[in-house]
């Protein structure tokens, strides 16, 4: 159980072009997915938080206009960078918690996408 | 705010034998969660074991175990028996609501 897919695992953009990522978690409901970032050898760096239903509430720095983000129902969010560039070229992993874990907050992971910009 | 540290970039071990990686956190809450968690060369971000702050007894995951010391904010992962497969980045985590805030990981390497 609690399994989160992603999709695409790789996606290889032109530059002022717009890619999605969808992330659905398959056998359980999510009220809350989170978007991360992450470069080499680097931790993981929330991007935005985003509820069903609501807008995302993005972290300091992270431009809300260019990573567009939509949870529209319990069991799919999408990221979508618009106009890319090569500085956005990263590793982007989403989870999702399940609305049923109480308050063990834990945090079911996708398999990340990996979005090269040309 | 809440900081998660974990002081070792880098660690080995010998095959079946035993490492600890070492984690240490700041929070202001009397509530929280800590996890450690894998992500091998997939990068696929793997649960390893989580213990809940109220509790006292440390958690144990088979050949994973934590020995958690609340007054001293330490959190540190002990790994018996080490494997090959055991190879990889392991990050400390802490949460008290909804996020998680992550240390900066130790990539363990695994020598057979």
């Known amino acids: 159980g609690a399994v989160v897919s992603q999709h695409p695992s790789r996606v290889i953009c032109k530059s002022g072009t717009s890619v999605k990522i969808e992330c659905r978690s398959l056998d359980f409901q999510a009220t809350t997915m989170f978007w991360y970032r992450q470069f080499p050898k680097q931790s993981l760096m929330l991007m935005a938080t985003?509820?069903?239903?609501?807008?995302?509430?993005?972290e300091q720095g992270v431009e809300k206009d260019k990573f567009l983000i939509n949870h529209a129902s319990l069991t799919l969010s999408t990221l979508t960078v618009t106009s890319a560039h090569p500085e956005d070229s990263s590793f982007y992993i989403c989870?999702?918690?399940?609305?049923?874990?109480?308050?063990?907050?834990?945090?079911?992971f996708g398999p990340g996408t990996r979005l090269t910009v040309t | 705010a809440q900081t998660v540290t974990q002081s070792q970039p880098e660690m080995s071990v010998q095959e079946a034998e035993t490492v600890t990686l070492s984690c240490t956190y700041d929070t202001s809450e009397s509530d929280y969660y800590l996890f450690w968690y894998k992500q091998p060369p997939s990068r696929q971000m793997i649960l390893v074991i989580r213990q809940e702050a109220y509790k006292q007894q440390n958690a144990t995951e088979n050949r994973f175990s934590v020995n958690f010391q609340k007054a001293a904010k330490s959190f540190s992962l002990k790994i018996s028996d080490s494997q090959l497969g055991d190879a990889a980045m392991y990050f400390c985590?802490?949460?008290?609501?909804?996020?998680?805030?992550f240390g900066e990981g130790t990539q363990l390497t695994v020598n057979p």
């Open positions: 985003s509820n069903e239903g609501s807008k995302a509430t993005y």
């Open positions: 985590a802490l949460t008290s609501g909804s996020r998680l805030t």
């Open positions: 989870s999702a918690r399940d609305q049923l874990a109480g308050a063990s907050y834990e945090q079911y």
